[in-house]
C-alpha cells in the first residue's frame, strides 16, 4: 500500500520529467467507484489525513498499482438528501482541491455516459473522449456563446485507444439527466456521441493546471432510444459499471511504467 502524499517523494524527482508516477481518478457516483476501490484494495483516507475542506462530502481513496500510486476522488453524498452529488458543480470542486492538493501526472475522469445509437453508441460501448463541451450553459451572446459552450479537447491518447481498442467520441456535458429540445440543439452542434454530467467540469480544471486528463465513459443508456433514460440507467448500471472498471484497470495496466508522451 502506498503511503499517503504527505509520505510520497516528488513524483517527477522519483521518476523522470514526463513519467507517470500520480493518477487522479476522479468519478461521480459510489456505485460507479467501489469496483475500482475493491479491484485495488484502496483505502479511505482517514479525517486526519483529509486534504479537503472542513464540512465537504468529499471522499479520497488511495493506494498502488504496479508503479502507480492512485488517488480515487468522488464528490461523496449530499448532506441534506444523502445522495451521490453528481453535476458540474461538485466535480470542479472536488477536482480542483484534489489537483492542488495531490499534484497527480495524469488525472483519469472514469464513469457512466448516455449514448447516442445515431453516433454508433451501444449499452456497454466503452469510449475515450476526444473532445469536451458543455449542452446546456447558453448565454446568447456574442463571444459569451462560445464561452458558454467552452469546447476543449481532451488529452490525445492515440495508443490507448489503438492498444485497448477503444471507441472514441466527443463527449457533451449538463448537470440534467434527461433531455429538452434546448439541450438536444446544443448535443448535435457539439457533434457528441456521449453525454455525461461531469466530463468538461474536470476538463475545465485539468486546464487551470495543464495536468493531462483523459475520459473514460461507459454507456448505460441509449438517449436516442425508445425507453425511458432513468430506467434505463438504472436497469443497467451494475453490469455497465463493471465493465467501467475492467476498462478503466486496463488503462491502468496500460500506463504503468509509461511517459505521458507513450499515451
Keep these: 500500500m502506498a503511503p499517503p502524499p504527505s509520505e510520497q517523494p516528488d513524483s517527477a524527482a522519483a521518476a523522470g520529467a514526463g513519467a507517470i508516477s500520480r493518477v487522479l481518478i476522479v468519478m461521480a457516483m459510489e456505485t ?56 458540474t ?82 463527449l457533451s456535458t449538463g448537470d440534467s439527466l434527461d433531455m429538452c429540445p434546448q439541450d438536444e440543439e446544443m448535443i448535435v452542434s457539439n457533434d457528441a456521441t456521449i453525454k455525461d454530467m461531469e466530463g468538461a467540469a474536470v476538463a475545465y480544471v485539468a486546464d487551470i493546471f495543464s495536468t ?17 433514460t432513468p430506467e434505463e440507467f438504472l436497469n443497467n448500471l451494475i453490469s455497465v459499471t463493471a465493465r467501467l472498471e475492467v476498462s478503466v484497470t486496463r488503462v491502468l495496466d496500460f500506463i504503468s511504467g509509461k511517459r505521458i508522451s507513450d499515451l
Design 89 to 170: 458543480v461538485s466535480a470542479s470542486l472536488v477536482t480542483y482541491a484534489s489537483v492542488e492538493a495531490l499534484k497527480p501526472d495524469l488525472i483519469i475522469n472514469a464513469g457512466t455516459a448516455g449514448g447516442f445509437k445515431a453516433k454508433g453508441a451501444s449499452v456497454g460501448d466503452v469510449f475515450v473522449a476526444s473532445d469536451v463541451a458543455f449542452h446546456d450553459r447558453r448565454i446568447p451572446i456574442p463571444v459569451f456563446d462560445t464561452y458558454g459552450v467552452g469546447a476543449r479537447k481532451a488529452f490525445a491518447a492515440p495508443n490507448i485507444l489503438k492498444e485497448l481498442n477503444f471507441k472514441a467520441g466527443k
Design 212 to 228: 493531462p486528463a483523459i475520459f473514460v465513459k461507459a454507456v448505460t443508456d441509449i438517449v436516442d432510444g425508445d425507453k425511458p
Design 32 to 87: 460507479e467507484a467501489m469496483p475500482l476501490v475493491n479491484r485495488f484494495n484502496l483505502v479511505e483516507a482517514p479525517a486526519r489525513e483529509s486534504i479537503f475542506p472542513k464540512g465537504a462530502s468529499w471522499t479520497r481513496y488511495y493506494g498502488s498499482h504496479k508503479d502507480l500510486h492512485i488517488d480515487l476522488v468522488m464528490p461523496g453524498k449530499d448532506a441534506v438528501f444523502g445522495v451521490d452529488s453528481v453535476g
